[in-house]
């Protein structure tokens, strides 16, 4: 039974550790100490990282708007660490009280996703044993989608019980393994490549070596900030920007299409100090590959999937879909049209799945998907690959995507899609498959994705 007293505190560890939020002073009595939840997100922190700060690399909080959280995987990891530190120390300086900024709901919603995330990573609790520690109060406080300008409540779907599905789905799949957090290296090397691959490359990984999201390439390689990677081939010769040629399934992007009803994306703000809209003193290093061929291989992408057009506001140039090809890279394309909420077709999903068939099992055979930003309709398409190979419901991936790529899905059309999404099942019915045990279909599903891989991918593969 956890204790809750008359002004909202609970006490999370009999003796050990107490949740106060809004920095409720009357609860720090004799023989206890308080710390507000997100200054320990800071502590260990290196230069660069987001630390007690929601971050969209490369943009500025005026560009991402209302979206407040939740806090990004750097934070959460530097958190549990440090709230571990605290809690050794129990003994000597009393029960530890657990507080928020005074009446800052944002902080409080923050707070409590990042204590949740601890108990399930840590303790090895259950959401819903979480909702039943800390109540529904705090469950059921909802987040701004990253780049919505209304302020509207009504217009959330996303909430802090969400989040700690969305840590157990990680913690079961062997996502986010809780044993790291017991090894201080291991965080600090996790953070660092965290933010290498942001700051550097503009990618992320949403499923530690299985499946990574990130901007075109080509918007990267424009970027004038010196920290940027400025290379998509080893030699340094880029691709030329793919010419329509009648063959191509999909076209250039109607112009129609892109500047009304386009979703809230923009395109980044170029920074030459290299520290602005990087967060912080960040610079290269000789450990990192210069190209993005390079870094695709070194972190084990078997396959790359573009869902962008060429010609969108903020391209100044694509790639050819032979680019990889040389390199042992499967590409493929499949064209979202970044208008009405950046929604996936059924053909869309139907053809992520079959052509991502062979990936996804094992170390190596991870995928790579971008968008123009790599906010909106890749992660989608993430989402939805997810959902298939490892079981999940549509709003876990939601949750662990927004915590491991903050400013990831950029409208509320797109949370309620994944939300929709219960089960794989759902999400094969929405696409007009097979359902996943229908062992009958095997064949036929074999005989489709050659047929796809031999019009949408890379024709040297």
């Known amino acids: ?89 129990v003994a000597t300086h009393g029960q530890l009280i657990l507080t928020t900024l005074p009446a800052n709901q944002e902080s409080r919603a923050n707070a409590a996703v990042l204590l949740g995330a601890w108990l399930v990573l840590k303790r090895g609790w259950s959401a819903d044993a979480v909702v039943q520690c800390l109540g529904h109060k705090e469950a059921e406080v909802k987040f701004a989608c990253s780049w919505n300008r209304s302020a509207d409540d009504q217009d959330r779907e996303m909430c802090v019980a969400h989040c700690w599905q969305g840590m157990e789905a990680a913690r079961s799949r062997g996502w986010l393994d809780p044993a790291m957090l017991e090894d201080a290296a291991k965080i600090d090397g996790m953070c660092s490549e965290i933010l290498t691959l942001s700051a550097m490359f503009d990618v992320a990984w949403l499923i530690p070596g299985f499946l990574m999201i990130g901007a075109d390439p080509m918007t990267t390689i424009v970027d004038p900030n010196p920290i940027t990677c400025s290379q998509l081939l080893p030699d340094g010769h880029e691709a030329d920007r793919k010419e329509d040629n009648g063959e191509n399934e999909v076209a250039a992007t109607p112009k129609s299409m892109t500047s009304v009803n386009s979703v809230d994306t923009v395109c980044k703000e170029y920074d030459f100090s290299g520290t602005a809209m990087s967060g912080g003193q960040v610079r290269a290093t000789d450990d990192w590959p210069t190209d993005f061929t390079t870094l695709f291989q070194q972190m084990g992408i078997g396959l790359v999937v573009r869902a962008n057009f060429d010609d969108e506001p903020g391209m100044t140039k694509g790639y050819s879909d032979g680019a990889f090809a040389s390199h042992g890279l499967l590409q493929a394309n499949i064209r979202v049209v970044d208008k009405l909420g950046g ?37 989608v398409l993430a989402a939805c690959l997810a959902i298939d190979k490892f079981h999940i419901s549509g709003a876990a991936a939601l949750v662990f995507f927004r915590i491991m790529r903050p400013g990831a899905i950029t409208s509320s059309k797109q949370e309620r899609f994944l939300k929709s999404l219960k089960t794989s099942d759902d ?29 949408c991918c890379s024709p040297s593969l």
């Open 1 to 89: 039974m956890h204790r809750q007293s008359a002004t909202s505190s609970v006490e999370v560890l009999p003796e050990v550790l107490v949740w106060a939020p809004n920095g409720d002073e009357n609860e720090v009595a004799a023989g206890t100490r308080a710390v507000q939840a997100q200054e320990l997100c800071a502590r260990g922190a290196q230069p660069g990282e987001a630390g007690a700060a929601y971050m969209v690399r490369h943009y500025s909080k005026e560009a991402y708007s209302h979206a407040f959280g939740p806090l990004g995987i750097g934070s959460l990891l530097r958190f549990c660490q440090a709230l571990d530190v605290e809690l050794q120390n």
């Open 343 to 379: 929604l996936p077709t059924p053909h869309d999903v139907a053809r992520l799945l079959e052509v991502g068939e062979g990936f996804m099992h094992e170390k190596g055979h991870a995928v790579m998907i971008h968008c123009k930003g790599g906010f909106g309709r890749s992660v």
């Open 427 to 455: 999400l094969r019915r929405f696409a007009n498959l097979p359902m996943a045990g229908d062992g009958g279909n095997t064949m036929s599903r074999v005989t489709s994705l050659r047929s796809l891989l031999g019009r």
